[in-house]
Structure formats: structure tokens, C-alpha cells
């Protein structure tokens, strides 16, 4: 059973950098999918911030190129969000999950951007 | 990029009902169209995808249909878990938009 779990802190200063890590269980990332980030701010819709293959081939969101890297460490089958520069508008819920198709989730972890 | 656009924003139904909710493309994505159900506090889960296909697992009450710009999410006999926030998304090119989401309420 694939199984994704986002981890990382759950508050971070205005102007800081967000840093999340998606571990996953269940599969090899290296066998191949994209592996995305998504967000949720509160009360509002879904948001896909970007994906990665095994490889390291990326895309990101337009409207957050220039704040975000993705990367991933195959050895430790996991990949991580990087947004720099973050305010409060950053403040939402996080989830990874696999694939193009989005089709296993992590359950998503929430990041508030405050003082 | 590729801009999507549900509707309604907000569908008041009740058990048994059967609703639909429609999903709209800003240019053709052939059939490059998901659907999610998110509640609050869970992951979102995957019904559809490509359009017309259902994902494993998921009650053959939901159905998907359209392609190139036009798509829709039916759900026939409403049952109580239906009620949630139902979500488009495109998969043809990046950024993988979502629609701006529809609520199903009692």
C-alpha cells in the first residue's frame, strides 16, 4: 500500500522559508510518477504548486516559480518543498501525493506563516 | 495556462438525489480532466480520472463524462458521505489547475 506522509515545522516566520519533506512507503520513487506538492489555505480551494520526477525533472507553478524548489533524495525515498520569502497569504495546507493523476495522498500537514 | 471553471459553486441536494456538476477548460485538454471529493480534515481522494475512468474503490454512483472543454461529475443516488467539496483538475499541461471547487450541502 503506497503511503505518503508530509513532515516539517508547522509555523514559520514572515520572510523565512518553508520546508517540508514527503516520505514514502509502499513504493520506490525511483521506479518512476511525478511526486507533487499541493496546498490548501483555509477555507479556500486547491492549489498544485509543482512536481518532480526521479530524475530531478521539474515543474513548478508560474505563479510561484521564483519562491519554490522541489527536490528529492532517492536514497531516503522522499522529496521536499522549499517556498522562500513566505507571508501570510503562504498559510494553508500542505499535501504531497504521486503522480499526474494525483492518486495517493498524504493527509496533508498545516503551515501558518506568523510573528 | 490553462484556467478551469465549475459550476455551481454551491449544490443543495438531498439523499437519493441525483446532481451534477460541470467543469470547463479554458482550451482543449482532450480528455486530460480529474475529479477529487475533499472533507475537511481528510486527504483529498481521487474518483475520476481521464475523464471517464473510476478510480479503484470508488461507487459506481459517480461518473465522469465529457472532453475537450466540457466535462462533468454526476452522482446518482446522493448518499450521506457524498456531502463534500468536490474538485476539477486538468492534467494536460503544467500548471495542473484545479477549478475553484463545489460545495454538495444538504
Known amino acids: 500500500q503506497v503511503q505518503l506522509q508530509e513532515s516539517g515545522p508547522g509555523l514559520v516566520k514572515p520572510s523565512e522559508t518553508l520546508s517540508l519533506t514527503c516520505t514514502v512507503s509502499g513504493y520506490s520513487i525511483s521506479s518512476g510518477y511525478y511526486w507533487g506538492w499541493i496546498r490548501q489555505p483555509p477555507g479556500k480551494g486547491l492549489e498544485w504548486i509543482g512536481s518532480?520526477?526521479?530524475?530531478?525533472?521539474?515543474y513548478y507553478n508560474p505563479s510561484l516559480k521564483s519562491r519554490v524548489t522541489i527536490s528529492v533524495d532517492t536514497s531516503k525515498n522522499q522529496f521536499s518543498l522549499k517556498l522562500r520569502s513566505v507571508t501570510a497569504a503562504d498559510t494553508a495546507v500542505y499535501y504531497c501525493a504521486r503522480g499526474i493523476l494525483l492518486d495517493y495522498w498524504g493527509q496533508g500537514t498545516l503551515v501558518t506563516v506568523s510573528s | 495556462d490553462i484556467q478551469m471553471t465549475q459550476s455551481p459553486s454551491t449544490l443543495s441536494a438531498s439523499v437519493g438525489d441525483k446532481i451534477t456538476i460541470t467543469c470547463r477548460a479554458s482550451q482543449s485538454i482532450a480528455t486530460y480532466l480529474n475529479w477529487f471529493q475533499t472533507k475537511p480534515g481528510k486527504a483529498p481522494k481521487l474518483l475520476i480520472y481521464s475523464a471517464i475512468n473510476l478510480e479503484s474503490g470508488v461507487p459506481s454512483r459517480f461518473s465522469g463524462g465529457g472532453s475537450g472543454t466540457d466535462f462533468s461529475l454526476t452522482i446518482s443516488n446522493l448518499q450521506p458521505e457524498d456531502f463534500a467539496t468536490y474538485f476539477c483538475q486538468q492534467s494536460f499541461s503544467a500548471p495542473q489547475a484545479f477549478g475553484q471547487g463545489t460545495k454538495v450541502e444538504v
Open positions: 518532480i520526477y526521479h530524475s530531478g525533472n521539474t
